[in-house]
Structure formats: structure tokens, C-alpha cells
């Protein structure tokens, strides 16, 4: 099977969302989608949605799934406005759980904010199975970036979030609390196990080192032989010994704040205060 997917590129976060569509009709689902916001202002935008939902529209498409391969740290989910706007039913990994109650602590949320997943519509366990129209999506559990990671495997294409880059980018950072390169090592081989001409498409790019143009599609043939953190046979330990070393050097998502608390409500802000208006919480030194 070889659906069809079409891409929408957000340079301000450097974020791909994705429709993947059944291949003969009208079904269609949502993969990362983003809302845009101005840190400096507090300000949020539909723009990046608006252009998902009017391509629905346009080409008169049946949503009936916004999936989130993660709790994203680098950019706010517009899954409520996109369901608002056209329905569906909003998914994650189920062990989103866990993520709550690692920043419900962080962000010292009080007993209002549930930490048991209740803000989505749908947990995914590994192995679980959804349907767009006619066409099945399989679940695959791919923890590493996160604890909750999901990748998402339809006929002849993958999303996998944040686990793999472009095979000339590598692999997404493990540092986040309750990450880990060992597990990232083990979730990708689950990635690479797929066969070679299944279609890879990533969560991020960042157009690596002497390439000039922004890329998310590569192949699983491509990574096991290309990728520069984990391709041609790497082995765990010199992974986790990379992995670990690159995270080391690298600062916080510029959205990580914002973004982790918006998106693990399931893209819904925080609860309104008396004035009407929502408010974010800083961590000093918190994380």
C-alpha cells in the first residue's frame, strides 16, 4: 500500500506536519500539526493550521485523526483547533502518563491537571492499530526522544517523530527527562527492521552541514546505510557514546517551556484564571 502524503513545512520551528491520506478516498489524518506563537509576545497563530485545514477543505477530505508522535518540546500542537474545526480524533502514546506527571512536577500543576491521558481521545499501546478510512496504521512504541514516542507506520510510509532525522542530520537528542540513547538505539532498530523501500518521514529538519534546501523524506534503506549518528552498523555502545556526548553540548529548545505545558493538555491551554486569560509558568533553574 502506497498512501499518499503531502507535507507542510513551519520554518519557524522547523516542523513538518503531515496528511497522510488513504490511498482510493477521502479519509485523512493529521500528523504533528503545529500552532505558531510569539514567545516575546505571548501570542498565538493559526496560520500553520489554517493552511492543514484549507487543504482538507479544498480537496474535500474526511480528518479523522490528529496523531501526535510525542509531546513535542520545540513547538505548540494546533490539534484542538484542527478538531474544532473539521473533527477527528486526537491520539498519543499512552505513556503520556508518564510525561504528566514528569512535568506536572516541573511545572508544579496542581490537582486540576489530570496526569492520566484523559485530555486525548485515544492511548496507543505498541501494537495497537487505527483505521483512516479503509487504509491501517500500525502503533509502534519508539521511546528514546521521550518516553511516550510514537511511530506511526502505514502501508509503504513511516512517522517517526523526533527518533530519526535525515540519515545526514542522525538522531534526535535523549537528554529530556526520561530519555535515553540506549533505548533510542533499540527503538530505531524497530525503525530500521521495516523494509528498505518503506518511506521515512521525519518530525524535524534542520538542513545539515553543506546541503542547501529542507528534506523529510529519506527511505529505511537510506538511514541503515547513511545515517550518520546510527547508519552502516553502528554499534550501541559507540551510539550511546555519541548520543550522549552531542547532547551534552546542546541548549534548550527555545520553545521547551511553552510547549511542554500546552502540549501535554493535548494542545489545550492552561485553565483560564480570573480574568479570563491563560498563563504559563517559568521554572526557575527547573530545568
Not at 213 to 226: C, D, I, P
Request: with cysteine; aromatic share 8%; net charge negative.
Amino acid at each position: 500500500m502506497h498512501p499518499d502524503v503531502h507535507a507542510f513545512f513551519d520554518e519557524a520551528t522547523n516542523t513538518i506536519t503531515y496528511l497522510l491520506r488513504e490511498p482510493a478516498g477521502r479519509a485523512c489524518a493529521v500528523v504533528d500539526s503545529v500552532l505558531d506563537f510569539d514567545y516575546a509576545s505571548g501570542r498565538t497563530d493559526t496560520r500553520s493550521a489554517d493552511a492543514v485545514i484549507g487543504y482538507i477543505r479544498a480537496e474535500d477530505l474526511d480528518l479523522q485523526w490528529i496523531l501526535e508522535t510525542h509531546v513535542h518540546a520545540d513547538h505548540l500542537s494546533a490539534a484542538p483547533y484542527i478538531q474544532e474545526a473539521l473533527g477527528g480524533k486526537i491520539g498519543i502514546g499512552d505513556q503520556i502518563t508518564v510525561v504528566q506527571e514528569t512535568f506536572g512536577k516541573v511545572f508544579n500543576e496542581g490537582t486540576r491537571f489530570a496526569r492520566d491521558g484523559s485530555q486525548f481521545d485515544r492511548l496507543f499501546r505498541d501494537g495497537d492499530s487505527l483505521m483512516v478510512g479503509q487504509m491501517r496504521v500500525d502503533v509502534m512504541h519508539t521511546p528514546g526522544h521521550t518516553p511516550a514516542c510514537l511511530s506511526y507506520v502505514a502501508g509503504d510510509a513511516a512517522f517517526v517523530g523526533d527518533t530519526l532525522f535525515m540519515p545526514d542530520f542522525g538522531t534526535a537528542r535523549c537528554d529530556f527527562p526520561g530519555g535515553s540513547a540506549a533505548v533510542m538505539f533499540d527503538s530505531v532498530q524497530r525503525i530500521l527492521a521495516l523494509p528498505d523501500a518503506t518511506r521515512i518521514f521525519v518530525g524535524h529538519d534542520y538542513k545539515a552541514p553543506g546541503r542547501d534546501t529542507f528534506a523529510w523524506e529519506s527511505t529505511v534503506g537510506a538511514q541503515k546505510a547513511l545515517n550518520v549518528h546510527i547508519g552502516s552498523g553502528r554499534s550501541r555502545a559507540d551510539f550511546v557514546a555519541l548520543r550522549e556526548a552531542r547532547d551534552a553540548t546542546l541548549a534548550m529548545p527555545r520553545l521547551i517551556i511553552p510547549s511542554l505545558q500546552i502540549n501535554m493538555r493535548a494542545g489545550q491551554m492552561p485553565e483560564p484564571e480570573d480574568n479570563g486569560l491563560s498563563y504559563l509558568k517559568v521554572p526557575l533553574n527547573g530545568l
